[in-house]
Structure formats: C-alpha cells, structure tokens
C-alpha cells in the first residue's frame, strides 16, 4: 500500500489531520476569491439572477479497459454546494454559471490495488467545478422549466484515501487515510446536460430543482490509470434572487 506511486506524501511534516485542516481553509480562500470572480463578469443587462444551491452527487469513474478485475469499482455519493447565476439574453434563452464545492470517489478492493488480502481502498478528491450553460426556458408564472447543457472545469483542490483492510489472524487490521493529490489531473475539463423545473416564489424569489450529468473528457488520474473518466450525477435545490 505504501509503495503504490504518488500514494503517500514522503517527508511530510505536518500530520494528515493537520493537512486536512490547512487544505480546507486555503480551499475555502480560493473559493471567495471565484465567486467575486464569477460575480463581477455577470453580464449587466437582461434579467440577471443569483442565488445558492445544494445537493448530491452520485461520483464514478469509467475503468480502464485493460484493467484486470472489471466491475469491481464501487461509484460513492458525496453532497455539494455553490453559488449560482444566470441571466436571460433572449426570450426563452439563459446563460448560467456555477461555483461549486464538490466531492468525487471510487471504492477499489485492495486486490485491484495490487495487494492480496480483503479490503478496500475509498480514492476521493475535493473539487472546485465551474460549468457554463446553455439554457433553454419554457413556462411562465409561477411554474417554469429548462433544459441546459454546456462545458464545465474541474478543478482538483485535494485528494485523499482511505484504506480499511479485513481482520485476518496474524495480520494487522489496517485503517489509515493518505494524502494523494499528486496523483490527480489537476484541470478536468467535461460536458454536462440537465433539467431543471422552477417555482416563483415571490417577484423577486424562485425555487428551483435540478438534476444533471456529466461526463469527464480527460483522464481522471494523472499517469496512473489511462483512460479513467468522470461520470457524475447530481440532484440539487436552489433558491434565485432576481436583481
């Protein structure tokens, strides 16, 4: 386990606790510094709304093809957040953008990994994602709905496993979580559709429900795995301020 590439943080100072915690306020400082970033390059003009989201997202990964083990990857599920914004630049036409904070992750059995012995090794990463949308809006008051699609990035802020072996006689029962960030693309850039249904509220509030899926179109892993791709879906509720 410790002698897999990029899987353990040589020389590393600080405890894995103590990497968490500086890895989630620098993740968090960033995060600030998009959303202005996002905010200020909203168009002004049209009707322009902005609001907040959340939900869960059902994280895989495509297997290598020469892979030896097929259908052995478990697909995790993590929730998410972000801020949201859109503006309507044509009748039924929308542009919209995201800033999410978001987990992804596989569970491996450890004999995939290489090792012999039961267990499994759960490989997850915080992400920044940034998709830019197309939308397509039909409905009125107070009832809507939408189809949208476009690009998005992912950005890897850090990665991490967490390996949980069986209790065998004679061996040790192993439980630890490693720092693995190097082993990711840092850019991964993929294509997302979805759905959405709309509630106005008030005149100024709206309600929304959305489910979406995205496909990765880069290698998840950096030189570890060939042809591993994110495919991701997501169910989330929001609320939109109109401006």
């Not at 267990?119 to 189809?147: C, H, M, Q």
């Not at 429900?209 to 989330?236: E, H, K, M, P």
Request: net charge neutral; glycine share 12%; proline share 5%.
């Amino acid at each position: 386990f410790q002698n897999q590439q990029s899987f353990r943080g040589a020389g590393e100072p600080r405890s894995v606790r103590g990497q968490q915690i500086m890895s989630m306020l620098t993740f968090h400082r960033r995060l600030g510094v998009l959303m202005l970033a996002v905010l200020c390059t909203i168009v002004a003009s049209g009707q322009i709304r902005i609001g907040v989201h959340g939900g869960v997202n059902l994280s895989d990964v495509t297997e290598p093809p020469n892979y030896h083990r097929a259908g052995t990857w478990e697909m995790r599920t993590y929730g998410f957040g972000g801020i949201v914004a859109d503006f309507q630049f044509a009748p039924h036409w929308q542009l919209a953008t995201e800033v999410n904070v978001i987990q992804k992750g596989i569970r491996i059995p450890l004999v995939g990994w290489g090792l012999s012995y039961p267990g499994t090794v759960t490989l997850k990463a915080n992400y920044y994602e940034v998709p830019l949308k197309i939308r397509y809006r039909s409905g009125g008051d107070p009832f809507g709905w939408y189809v949208e699609g476009g690009p998005s990035l992912a950005i890897v802020e850090s990665g991490w496993a967490h390996m949980v072996t069986e209790h065998l006689a004679g061996l040790p029962q192993i439980d630890q979580t490693d720092y693995i960030g190097g082993m990711y693309r840092t850019f991964q850039p993929s294509l997302m559709a979805g759905v959405g249904a709309e509630y106005k509220l008030t005149s100024l509030l709206t309600a929304v429900l959305s489910a979406s899926y995205t496909y990765g179109i880069s290698d998840v892993y950096d030189d570890f795995w060939a042809d591993t791709n994110s495919r991701d879906g997501a169910c989330c509720l929001g609320l939109l301020f109109t401006l």
